[in-house]
Nanobody, 125 residues
Framework: QVQPVESGGGLVQPGGSLRLTCAAS????????MAWFRRTPGKERDFVAA??????YYADSVKGRFTISRDNAKNTMYLQMNNLVPEDTALYYC????????????????????WGQGTQVTVSS
């Protein structure tokens, strides 16, 4: 059973950085497609970034500021967030599909079967 667990959220000032971590179980972790979504109150989940075996994808709003990566030896995915702005404030979720998600659907939350509980990121002075 794949059960993602997020960590690393917190309160940071504008311009600051945070690194989120998502740990997931399973013997074929290296084949998983993994993603980060975020949600603010009253809104739907928004795509942030995704990573397959070697390629990664980003929402326009975070390109150049966020970097997604994975360490298959540790069954862990990361989201390095730099130059944070108040609009990045949200509950961030790790999402996993235990196989490949096609590129055209990489940002669709319905493609991902397993979700973590979320970790709160607050950007405020």
């Amino acid at each position: 059973q794949v059960q993602p667990v997020e960590s690393g959220g917190g309160l940071v000032q504008p311009g600051g950085s945070l690194r989120l971590t998502c740990a997931a179980s399973g013997p074929t972790f290296n084949r998983y497609t993994m993603a980060w979504f975020r949600r603010t109150p009253g809104k739907e989940r928004d795509f942030v970034a995704a990573i397959r075996t070697t390629d990664s994808y980003y929402a326009d709003s975070v390109k150049g500021r966020f970097t997604i990566s994975r360490d298959n030896a540790k069954n862990t995915m990361y989201l390095q967030m730099n130059n944070l702005v108040p609009e990045d404030t949200a509950l961030y979720y790790c999402a996993v599909k235990a196989s490949r998600v096609i590129t055209s659907a990489i940002a669709e939350p319905t493609q991902y079967y397993y979700w973590g509980q979320g970790t709160q990121v607050t950007v405020s002075s």
